[in-house]
């Protein structure tokens, strides 16, 4: 009887260290990285809105009303080039963004610990800045076409606070590759992006 109460002991031991094993091992995994999502034209051509921005919330991944613009259901906005974030004076989130330059959106990964998110102000000043190679966009002249800069992301601080990288792919509806401004239709946001669910500046 007691050589079978110590064998009982010893299995419950043994269960335990093993489930602590494998526990440790869980947590030391990293996490998978946050899937790629695909948005596709996104109409913010301000004549045909009725002057108001298209919102978009990167958490759920949809289209917002602007009905709901005064809330904190939407993280993103478009309206012709101009993207707002819901933060500053643009909503009554917690959002914020800056411009990271000269990089892809699979080798972008985490947001350094130096980074500044800028907010939406007063007098048109926004987190993305406006203007051909200043944000976003070029726009070239002799064709009038604007184009998505490569290399430049857009860091998304939510509306809750969680983290998001946004890559704009075309301006046009349908994203043609090489778009004609004679045919070509334009205030169509086509983008990708990435959503951090956990509340991490890792992507």
Not at 112 to 133: C, E, H, M, R
């Amino acid at each position: 009887m007691k050589r079978s109460s110590q064998l009982a002991a010893f299995v419950a031991m043994a269960g335990v260290v093993l489930f602590a094993s494998c526990s440790k091992s869980n947590d030391s995994t990293p996490a998978a990285p946050v899937e790629a999502k695909a948005v596709a034209n996104i109409n913010s051509n301000s004549a045909s809105t009725n002057g108001h921005f298209a919102f978009y919330s990167l958490e759920r991944n949809e289209p917002v009303a602007y009905t709901d613009s005064a809330t904190t259901k939407w993280d993103i906005a478009f309206r012709s080039t101009v993207i707002i974030i819901n933060g500053g004076t643009s909503g009554p989130g917690n959002g914020g963004a800056f411009v990271q330059r000269g990089t892809t959106f699979a080798d972008y990964k985490t947001i350094s610990a130096d980074s500044t998110f800028k907010l939406d102000a007063t007098g048109g000043v926004y987190a993305v800045t406006t203007g051909s190679d200043k944000g976003w966009y070029s726009y070239n002249p002799n064709t009038h076409i604007i184009s998505p800069i490569a290399g430049n992301l857009l860091i998304v601080r939510t509306a809750t606070g969680k983290y998001a990288k946004v890559e704009v792919t075309s301006y046009y509806q349908g994203a043609p590759a090489v778009p004609d401004a004679n045919t070509a239709v334009s205030g169509y946001y086509n983008f990708r992006f990435g959503y951090q669910s956990n509340g991490s500046k890792q992507f």
